[in-house]
């Protein structure tokens, strides 16, 4: 198959439409079958549930070419039950894992053409997302809804070589106990705007935010959840309920586990204790692991040991080896690379 002229490595993180998307529609109680096309835009009611109160939950993965050629998705099931807990959470009906799965497939070899080749750093990331298409006036769940997978191919994530980020600490919270922080809401987002616009014209990355009851404990930035590493090059990472579960973070804890034998320890973590990390990383799909070196907080700044030049060494190595399991250079466990040409 012949490849889209593109310049693959020269790709940014934007919305780039390609040829074809799923979509399927809930309505009296099930789902239809969902079909492809080619259609880039959504009709729906003026008074949808989504426009109206942000009944709305999204997914994100990738898809890449791997050494021998097949294309493949990492750990797509993972997304799919992350995406039923998001839609129980905010009453939607939850799209069953064999739809999510086969609209995956079908998006991804009706666009095989967009898939960047292996070696170029690029990927086919791939946007699942739900929302509450029905009309709503009075605060309710909608009375149907529709759920569309797209992809759109996106650039290597570091560029001119892995720079660590500086972050700072929040003013602002990103969740409440017992609110919306561990599912995947458009509405964790929206407001998550402000804060992250203040955190950039002040020169930062990103922000680190603190729990919301105590503002004690560090939770995690606005799209990606923390990994500390300890001065005996042992794994620290936050525990809590208003986390959202990272699945690149799941995935490596299991690699630090079982793959270099470390010692993983998942547990509320205090900002006092950041100052005496090595290393600290953010994680989740898109970049695997970015490196901190600072962090900003009201009346000081953490310098993290492993520097503004480089990632450390632990957070390398994981970052390696995780990498090396999706792209085929080292064996995956059970499950995790799905082949789908
Ligand atoms: C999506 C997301 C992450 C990262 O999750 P991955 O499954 O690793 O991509 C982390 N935090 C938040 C708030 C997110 O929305």
Redesign the pocket.
């Known amino acids: 198959m012949e490849k889209k002229d593109v310049n693959w490595s020269s790709l940014g993180f934007s919305y780039i439409p390609v040829d074809y998307r799923f979509v399927a529609h809930w309505k009296d109680g099930k789902w239809d079958e969902g079909h492809i096309t080619s259609d880039s835009t959504v009709t729906i009611s003026e008074s949808a549930g989504v426009l109206q109160y942000a009944q709305t939950c999204f997914?994100?993965?990738k898809v890449y070419t791997t050494k021998d050629g097949s294309i493949v998705a990492f750990r797509p099931d993972?997304?799919a039950r992350?995406m039923q807990d998001s839609a129980e959470r905010l009453i939607m009906p939850k799209v069953p894992e064999e739809m999510f799965l086969r609209a995956l497939d079908e998006v991804v070899k009706a666009n095989a053409a967009w898939v960047p080749p292996y070696g170029s750093g690029a990927t086919l990331y791939i946007r699942p997302f739900l929302f509450g298409s029905g009309p709503v006036i009075g605060v309710a769940p909608a009375p149907e809804y529709e759920f569309r997978l797209f992809a759109t191919p996106v650039g290597p994530y570091f560029k001119g070589g892995i720079k660590p980020l500086r972050i700072m600490v929040s003013d602002y919270d990103?969740a409440a106990p017992h609110g919306t922080?561990h599912i995947?809401a458009g509405l964790?987002?929206a407001m998550s705007l402000y804060p992250i616009e203040h955190a950039h014209k002040a020169g930062f990355s990103e922000n680190m935010y603190l729990d919301a009851a105590t503002r004690t404990y560090v939770e995690?930035?606005?799209?990606?959840?923390f990994l500390f590493v300890k001065k005996d090059g042992n794994l620290v990472t936050p525990k809590s309920g208003t986390?959202?579960?990272?699945?690149?973070?799941?995935?490596l804890v299991q690699v630090a586990k079982d793959y270099l034998g470390l010692d993983v320890e998942e547990r509320p973590v205090t900002f006092d204790e950041v100052k005496d990390f090595s290393e600290v990383g953010l994680?989740?799909?898109?970049a695997v692991i970015s490196p901190v070196g600072s962090i900003t907080f009201n009346g000081g700044e953490i310098r993290v040991p492993s520097g503004m030049d480089e990632m450390g060494p632990v957070l390398t190595k994981l970052r390696e080896t995780l990498t090396g399991i999706q792209m085929g250079d080292i064996k995956a466990p059970e499950g995790w690379i799905r082949k789908i040409m």
């Open positions: 997914e994100g993965l993972m997304n992350r990103r922080g995947k964790n987002y995690e930035t606005g799209g990606a959840n986390i959202l579960p990272s699945i690149t973070r799941r995935s994680c989740g799909t898109a």
